[in-house]
């Protein structure tokens, strides 16, 4: 079997990117790891880990070194556009972090340079990847359900995880940046269907009074054009010690041939500890009471990651040296997603419910 090398470039060396290169480290595939980012000590730091000697706080020497041929964009969510299309521009794959952009106009930007340079470009939606999802996938696609008339999410987790993500981006919402896993989750149970309207109630408190005039709350309907009603609803207001290190979630598909109900929050796996358990995504953050498995990436064990992220990483990576199917969302996927959180904002706002596609 023939397989591709990869020299790879992570673009934003934080946590995320510091997982995806650490994972990307140990695949048989991957001969060349280059980091960016825009503090250099983090871009240093992070070569170190992966036993690189190529760093830049310039995304665009990382992108352009003749030595990688593939990129992840891990940086803050408002800075994707640009070094996403300099990937493109230079003719080699991506895989961007969630959301593929926050709004409309630069993630058609994205789209229409992909399609163009007829690009591959992917968009890490790890829920996707996360085993009981992609079990329920199977079931789906095996006819199991019937026809998908009906589904149900929620999500829940602490208001220190939402500071965080708004102090990084003030447009990084829990909607836009949280809930768009679900609504990502939606979209690829239901096969693309298209989502036609959208009516959404929120609450404002914890977070407005800390600064930041976002809902704590959301509730929302979503109606497709098949008929199908979802209903999505998120809190990242919690109390700031919440034992939830990511998401606390709970999925329900209806069908005319059956019902699929995936419990998500891992209440069942409790641990306290007097000495602490740190956050996944919070420096100096730590629980002593937590829901093991909740991490959004994945856990540590025994030296390895494992979970949704690793598997989503070593899925592309494979795609990539292999040409195997992935399952990772499309460009076109991923705009569909952010379309649909900007939506659910927007009926927040107005209290009135939100035709798609948007206007603009």
Known sequence: MQRKTIGLGIIGSGRIGTLRARLAAEHPAVHFLATA???ID????????????VYSNNNL???????????????AEGEHTQAVLAAIAAGKPVLVEKPIALNTAEAQAIIQAAEKQNANVRVGYSRRYKERYLIAKEQINQGRLGKITGASARVFNSSSQALAMLQRDPHATPVVDALTYYVDLMGWFLGDARLVEVYSRGTKGVLKAAGHDVHDVCYSVLSYEDGTTVNLGISYALPQKYPSLGHAARVELLGTEGVMILDDDHTDQIMYTNKGIPHVYLPNHEVNMVFLQSGTPGDWALGELWGPLANETRAWLDHLCMDKACVLATPRQARANLEATLAIELSMDSERPVRLPLAG
Not at 42 to 53: D, H, I, P, Q, Y
Not at 61 to 72: F, K, W
């Open 61 to 75: 020497d990382i992108i352009n070194h003749p030595q990688v041929n593939a990129v992840i964009v891990s940086t």
């Open 37 to 39: 980012d825009i503090n």
């Open 42 to 53: 983090n871009a240093r730091t992070l070569a170190e880990k992966v036993g690189s000697s």
